[in-house]
Nanobody
């Protein structure tokens, strides 16, 4: 199985920035869709951003213009750069991956990380 390990979570003030990283144990060339889900307490999981092999990306409306997802295939790592953070961005962020080069629901991403806590607060 593929293992995904998130890092970079923490506490940041509103308007601040944070970058999450996700390292995988197999070549990212085999994972044609990699991205990030998040889940806040009492809320449903939300697909935040996905990077497709070949350069395509998709973002949730709530983060467009503020978050950027990127892949570094040489380092087998996917990133989520989060700028202009808001309190409503507070959640556990999960790195996800799948083999299909398409945007889909949770079933499209069989590989999930353990999650990284992001807290946006003064």
């Amino acid at each position: 199985q593929v293992q995904l390990v998130e890092s970079g979570g923490g506490l940041v003030q509103p308007g601040g920035s944070l970058r999450l990283s996700c390292a995988v144990r197999i070549s990212m060339y085999s994972l044609n869709a990699m991205g990030w889900y998040r889940q806040a307490p009492g809320k449903d999981r939300e697909l935040v951003a996905v990077a497709i092999s070949g350069g395509g990306t998709n973002y949730a409306d709530s983060v467009k213009g503020r978050f950027t997802v990127s892949r570094d295939n040489a380092k087998n790592t996917v990133y989520l750069q989060m700028n202009s953070l808001k309190p409503e961005d507070t959640a556990v962020y999960y790195c996800v991956a799948g083999v299909s080069p398409v945007i889909g629901g949770p079933s499209a991403y069989p590989y999930w990380g353990q999650g990284a806590q992001v807290t946006v607060s003064s």
